[in-house]
């Protein structure tokens, strides 16, 4: 599922193309910036994130927290959900510290601009 594959497809309008998505890891890794979550984590497909448990080695998807955590959102932050809703609201997210920071730049351009 992970793989890199590539298909021919034609639109409804008969324009052939070819379709192309690259090889994702298998295993995500803590010491790597984190890939895009997507609505489908926690779902058998080739976006979901999959770990190694740093304490026993097994494989596994990532937690609800560690969901939270990936996107900025403090620990349980979405606590009382069922695991599959937790990601999902995750996946369907922005990543809190990055819209914090366009926020800040853009507060900084607006007040420049009203010094002028």
């Excluded at 992970?2 to 295993?27: M, N, Q, W």
């Excluded at 740093?54 to 996107?71: D, F, H, K, M, N």
Aim: proline letters at 5%.
């Amino acid at each position: 599922m992970k793989g890199a594959k590539k298909k021919e497809r034609v639109t409804a309008d008969g324009h052939a193309y070819t379709f192309s998505e690259g090889a994702i890891p298998f295993l995500d890794y803590y010491n790597k910036p984190g890939r895009t979550m997507l609505t489908s984590e926690g779902t058998k497909n080739r976006s979901t994130h999959i770990v190694a448990d740093p304490e026993s080695g097994a494989i596994r998807l990532l937690t609800p927290v560690e969901c939270e955590r990936l996107q900025g959102f403090d620990d349980n932050w979405t606590d009382g959900m069922p695991d599959r809703m937790r990601r999902f609201c995750m996946g369907n997210a922005l990543v809190v510290p990055m819209i914090t920071r366009i926020g800040k730049f853009i507060d900084r351009i607006i007040d420049k601009e009203e010094l002028k």
